[in-house]
């Protein structure tokens, strides 16, 4: 049994914040979580400056799961799309994306290439189309949970979203994730129905077509995860703009010291002096 699954039969939510590249996985860890989220969108926001339009690879995304864990042992929910193809690309997305570290690996029903599940104009593959990659995901994993995510809400509405989640937990998948509800009344029914049977993972964006509620409250309604995917890349594309116009005002950096590492806080965090000592045993 995996370590991600036996935290995920605690009683409190996990509650997993957006990574994308090992220096954001060693802060989580630094902060204390538990667990991180690798989102698909926050690597094509910083690695592409591109949005959440399918056009990460499956390459650039194992890449960026061996660079986190070897940096960090914080257990990954891996968003891995849609596999990246039909069911024969999802065995091999899974088997690639779980040798590189991959705790767990969360496919979805839309089309490919995919976009935001809280952009419009999604289109969704089969219900029994994306029951045989969950089938195929389950048949080559090794230790890795099968998170199955339906974006169905949007596009054939609610209840077709609760007959998909349906069809998706009777082939096999480990965790839930109904993609956008709309309001508290839909998340009450949904976990209704499917938090007794099996984990659910709520997405939490801000701005987006979920109400923002706190893990806490998501807790209380029956979600076992609750993820925050993009956020750290919002705040830090926030910081990052003030940044460089307080630097394009001031021509230094200086008032915005307060508001940054210096050059010791960096290495401090990074773990420099411990990597040098261990250098010098050679």
């Keep these: 049994m995996s370590t991600l699954r036996d935290r ?25 979580f538990e667990a991180g989220y690798l989102s698909g969108a926050s690597i094509a926001y910083t690695l592409l400056g591109r949005p959440d339009i399918g056009l990460v690879t499956a390459t650039e995304v194992a890449d960026t799961i061996a660079r986190i864990r070897e940096r960090t042992p914080l257990p990954l929910i891996v968003d891995a799309d849609t596999g990246f193809g039909n ?8 088997r690639v994306f ?8 969360q496919l979805e029903d839309q089309t490919f290439p995919k976009r ?27 230790e890795a949970l099968i998170v199955a995510r339906t974006d169905a809400i949007a596009v054939e509405g609610f209840e077709a979203a ?9 082939a096999g998948a480990d965790v839930l994730f109904i993609e956008a509800p709309e309001d508290e009344a839909q998340m009450r029914t949904l976990t209704a129905r499917f938090a007794p049977r099996v984990p659910l993972l709520a997405n939490m964006v801000e701005g987006g077509l979920t109400p923002l509620t706190d893990t806490a409250t998501l807790g209380d309604l029956g979600y076992r995860i609750v993820i925050f995917p993009g956020g750290l890349v919002r705040a830090l ?17 200086a008032p915005f010291r307060n508001r940054m590492f210096d050059f010791q806080g960096l290495n401090d965090m990074l773990g420099t002096d411990a990597i040098l ?6």
């Design 8 to 32: 995920l039969a605690a009683p409190a939510p996990l509650l997993c914040p957006g990574i994308y590249d090992a220096l954001s996985s060693a802060l989580a860890a630094e902060a204390g």
């Design 87 to 94: 069911a024969l690309n999802v065995q091999r997305t899974v």
């Design 98 to 105: 779980e040798r590189a570290g991959a705790s767990a690996i």
């Design 116 to 142: 935001c599940g809280h952009l419009a104009d999604k289109t969704l593959i089969p219900a029994g189309e994306m029951a045989g990659k969950i089938r195929a995901a389950l048949d080559v994993r090794d």
């Design 162 to 170: 609760l007959d998909r989640a349906e069809m998706y937990l009777e």
């Design 237 to 253: 594309g926030w910081a990052a703009r003030e940044y460089f116009a307080s630097l394009m005002a001031h021509g230094t950096t």
């Design 277 to 282: 000592r261990e250098s010098a045993r050679y």
